[in-house]
RNA sequence: GGGCUCGUAGCUCAGUUGGUUAGAGCGCGUCCCUGAUAAGGACGAGGUCACAAGUUCGAAUCUUGUCGGGCCCA
């Protein structure tokens, strides 16, 4: 018996595959890659789409510093799954990879390294290393995001730092100024002290801090006046209440500002046998007084703030006098409502400032200290000693009120973690609301993003405009040396020389040495072949200090890629993916540069993914045990893996991940790859024959399920939603093909004489599905996908000779016809698969090929066609109708028939031939057939 | 504090214009198979749809608020 049973396994039609189980990605994937490299995949895509239309993806350039994170790693996978998807789709899909190699960061990170010696190091020394660092880590990112499978043009990518580049966005300022929007101007900005330069908006980090505030007590210059306008009778001294949390900008407080609108209270109270009125918002009276209490506060009189306009008042320690002003921004939140306004200090304090006519002093060097015009025992102190001092001044005047601890939010230098402060600087502009051609770039920018791009999600149109909305002039200066200098010169008046022919004579120089020119060369030799006249002689000039805003650079790649590189790229460019925070970033600082110099957008589309937190969702730090560090998750499962798995999360908002999480998703990979396998280990014999397949048969239900397929997944990608694309993927394998058809069709593959038609039709149907699910895949799985490819015998007519599964097309529908009948057959195979888990449970049938499903006779005309599937998709022996039955029953036939030795099928017409007496009759012919 | 945004089973996601006992896959548990075998199959247990009010005959779905998360600002 045993021996027969070995024999007749030897009979079998088994699954084989020289496709391995296991992936072991970490492994292969870089054979793969030098595979792809040696063969020039990128270039012969882009030589077989040579005719096709152009889908240009730019790609945002990341800092040129550090390993790659799971951040650059979810950005370059989402944007390399979207163009291979165009790619299969028939666009020509180049893909230019870009760096952002200038800024702080890196400036930062070489002063570090160098310690002491970066001091006394020339701007030209520091621009080399510098350089040379950017240069490292581009290339080191570049190898990373290339073992990533993320295919493009990685031999020939955009550096901001190359000459060209910078050339290239020197002609984009060159525009800016000829529209005339740049304009220098003393502000107020946010000063890094330990790194002695403006800063950005972006380059600010909020950390809550704890400051000590005062309340202090402004006596009104002329008291009598003051006391008599208001019929105040009271020998007391009157005084106007601030609060601040930053003492050491008093010495620079010009004025007070107060809302006109809100109700503000004289409070009368005695202290130390004196009495005194002081100002505060009514509402603000019971809290400011219990700051200090037991003085028995009463309010003598309240009066609108528009009433206290004009009223001068002493400024406590510099001899001066200052004035209440009106401020729309004033509230009753925090502190007396009444707002220490010092507009060489903070942004609304300059706007005010502005306002009113009120000097933007600063008397605050660009090392933070004290300048000479302020009091001598300020002067040479650091501001941060300043806080102590002013208090101690105040307090010996008596104009302290209270002292308080406050925790607050305060901005911060984003590298050096330290608080910046606010200092009136001469910094040159991007004017937002001068108009060009009759209408502002603030205006234009938002009709723009209102009319002529798209968002997804929609809710980016809102969130950009926004911020567009409420920016203030772009300031683009840097008083660094790491950078593209702003091509400005000064005569010996001061004047500046800012021309748009000035400044394309210095980008042609360059073009051609780099902007270490402008340390290198003289201004005449920088303005060769450009005549500046007489007011500007040229061995006379002096050359700006300040540098680009690297958002410049960056905002102008539109001109350095995409323009400098057509045709084979083109203007605008179709897509703009990148993570949510660059709506304020590179969306906007791209958009700005364009319209100020082109007047278009360089995008159409602009699509934003969300941010990699923690598996509880929040956002994660490198020393948190859940930190995935992407280069060693790689390293350790391999690339497709966590391609897949990114391609899994919906990326619309915040996406979970964490080691564990990465580790678990391998199940997933797993069933992909072993369903692929599956479908190609019983196509070893397929012949390649081709059938038309009736709609009553699984194989016609699964052509049909495959249509379905195709044009979920297809509709899935067409709308970025790649997570429904891996979906629609991953069940149809585990569910149709695992559960349903593969499991059905084993009976006939295995046991089918060879060249049985319904054998072959099953062949044909699972390599229609394989070519299918593997095209539709290769997006994802770049590795695994090309891997699959190779196996699969037979490839169709055309794409036969590619050598990688990337070069082919996406696959179409075959518009498979749909049977009535499928809907009764799965619900009947739900009941019938109950009715085995109760047969085995409760009389340990516990294989369903010793059962038979008797199919009532009212079905047998819809369902009869169906044939052997109709016991194959529940996996019994045998199936047969009978018309006293209503519902579809399972009956155990152990003790009824035999059970075919090969086929395992318990049936009847197992027996009937003597020679194999324990063989059904599909069998014996099977076995025949084979000599 | 402001703008935008997210919150459905352990995990990743579906839930169309508000309408029957809220679905899928995975994971988990139990069992089966041992001819996809470091695979495969069946069954099952898991959710007060963040919370609270409101609109409605009826809300995961609409409104408001609260709580919690994220990005960007202040």
């Known amino acids: 018996m045993s021996s027969d049973k070995k024999v007749y396994k ?87 990879p870009g760096w952002d190699c200038h800024g702080l960061p890196i400036e930062h990170k070489i002063q570090q390294d160098l310690g002491k010696a970066f001091r006394e190091m020339g701007a030209i020394e520091v621009r080399r290393k510098c350089y040379e660092y950017a240069e490292k880590y581009s290339d080191i990112q570049s190898q990373q995001f290339q073992r990533l499978g993320i295919l493009g043009d990685w031999s020939n990518p955009y550096l901001t730092m190359k000459p060209e580049y910078e050339a290239n966005t020197l002609e984009v300022f060159a525009r800016v100024v000829e529209n005339g929007l740049v304009y220098k101007q003393l502000k107020t900005v946010p000063w890094s002290i330990a790194n002695q330069t403006a800063l950005a908006d972006a380059e600010l980090e909020y950390q809550d801090v704890e400051d000590q505030t005062v309340f202090v007590e402004f006596p009104v210059a002329n008291p009598g006046a003051f006391k008599a306008r208001f019929d105040l009778r009271l020998n007391a001294r009157v005084s106007l209440m601030i609060w601040t949390t930053t003492p050491w900008t008093l010495p620079a407080n010009l004025a007070i500002a107060v809302h006109p609108q809100i109700d503000y209270a004289f409070v009368k109270y005695l202290k130390n046998e004196h009495w005194y009125i002081t100002v505060v918002a009514a509402d603000l009276v ?45 509230t009753t939140t925090d502190g007396t409502g009444l707002v220490h306004t010092a507009p060489g200090h903070g942004e609304e304090d300059y706007e005010t400032g502005i306002r009113h006519g009120l000097e933007i002093y600063c008397p605050v060097l660009p090392n933070g200290r004290f300048d000479s015009t302020t009091p001598n025992w300020l002067t040479g102190q650091s501001v941060w000693d300043g806080n102590k001092l002013v208090v101690e001044k105040l307090r010996e005047l008596g104009v302290l009120f209270a002292e308080e601890k406050y925790v607050h939010s305060y901005p911060h230098d984003w590298r050096s973690k330290t608080p910046i402060i606010f200092r009136a600087t001469e910094q040159w502009f991007v004017a937002l609301d001068k108009p060009i051609g009759g209408m502002t770039l603030r205006e234009r920018a938002l009709q723009t993003v209102k009319e002529q791009c798209r968002f997804i999600p929609d809710w980016g149109r809102a969130r950009i405009s926004g911020m567009l909305e409420s920016r203030p002039d772009w300031c683009i200066s840097r008083q660094r040396s790491w950078g593209l200098p702003i091509p400005v010169f000064y005569n010996e008046k001061n004047q500046p020389l800012l021309t748009p022919e000035s400044v394309r004579a210095v980008a042609k120089v360059f073009r051609e040495s780099g902007s270490d020119a402008w340390y290198t060369h003289t201004p005449a030799r920088l303005l060769e072949g450009y005549d500046p006249g007489p007011d500007f002689p040229k061995d006379k000039l002096r050359k700006e200090k300040d540098i680009f805003d690297v958002w410049f650079e960056s905002g102008s790649s539109w001109m350095g890629v995409l323009k400098a590189r057509e045709p084979q790229l083109h203007f605008p460019a179709d897509l703009y993916l990148e993570g949510s925070d660059q709506h304020r970033g590179w969306f906007q600082l791209s958009l700005l540069p364009a319209l100020a110099a082109v007047g278009q957008p360089p995008f159409k589309n602009v699509l934003t993914h969300g941010f990699i937190v923690g598996p509880d969702g929040k956002k994660i730090s490198k020393s948190d045990k859940n930190y995935v560090t992407a280069v060693q998750e790689v390293n350790r499962h391999g690339a497709d893996l966590l391609r897949l798995f990114v391609c899994q999360l919906d990326f619309e908002g915040d996406m979970a991940a964490s080691p564990k999480m990465i580790q678990e998703f391998g199940d997933k990979y797993r069933k992909l790859r072993n369903t692929l396998r599956y479908l190609l280990s019983n196509l070893y014999d397929y012949d390649g024959s081709t059938f038309d397949v009736p709609a ?225 009759a599909r069998d014996v012919q099977a076995v025949r057939s084979r000599t």
């Open 10 to 96: 030897e009979t079998l039609n088994l699954p084989q595959t020289s496709f391995p189980m296991e992936a072991k990605l970490v492994m292969n994937e870089p054979v793969r890659l030098k595979k792809w490299q040696d063969m020039g995949l990128y270039q012969r895509l882009l030589e077989s789409r040579r005719n096709a239309p152009k889908f240009i993806l730019h790609d945002g350039p990341p800092f040129a510093n550090g390993d790659i994170h799971m951040g650059h790693l979810t950005n370059k996978t989402l944007k390399d799954v979207i163009l291979r998807y165009k790619s299969l789709a028939g666009f020509s899909t180049p893909y230019v």
């Open 286 to 330: 019971e809290k400011v007084f219990t700051k200090s209490p037991g003085l028995q506060p009463s309010v003598v009189r309240t009066v609108k703030g528009e009433e206290l306009g004009g009223i001068d008042y002493q400024h406590p320690f510099v001899d001066r006098i200052g004035k209440v002003v009106m401020a729309d921004y004033v």
């Open 696 to 920: 009553d048969s699984l194989d016609g239900w699964m052509l049909f399920e495959l249509d379905q397929l195709v044009q979920e997944t297809t509709e899935a990608y067409e709308s970025y939603t790649l997570h429904k694309a891996f979906r629609a993927l991953h069940d149809f394998c585990a569910v149709q093909i695992s559960s349903i058809y593969g499991n059905a069709m084993k009976d006939r593959l295995y046991c089918d004489p060879p060249g049985s038609l319904l054998r072959r039709r099953c062949q044909y149907v699972m390599h229609k599905t394989l070519i299918i699910l593997t095209k539709l895949l290769s997006p994802m799985i770049v590795f695994t996908a090309d891997e699959v490819w190779e196996h699969i015998p037979h490839k169709p007519e055309g794409e036969k000779d590619l050598p990688s599964v990337h070069l082919t097309s996406l696959p179409r529908g075959m518009n498979a016809p749909k049977s009535e009948a499928w809907s009764l057959l799965f619900e009947l195979r739900e009941e019938v698969l109950l009715q085995l888990d109760r047969l085995k449970k409760e009389q340990g049938v516990n294989k369903a090929l010793d059962a038979e499903v008797i199919y009532p006779g009212k079905f047998k005309s819809r369902l009869a066609g169906f044939g052997v599937d109709l016991e194959d998709i529940v996996g019994c022996g045998y199936h047969s109708f009978d018309d006293s039955l209503d519902r579809v029953t399972v009956v155990d036939r152990r003790q009824v028939y035999r059970s075919c030795a090969r086929s395992w099928k318990r049936r009847p017409d197992v027996g009937q031939d003597p020679q194999y007496p324990d063989l059904s």
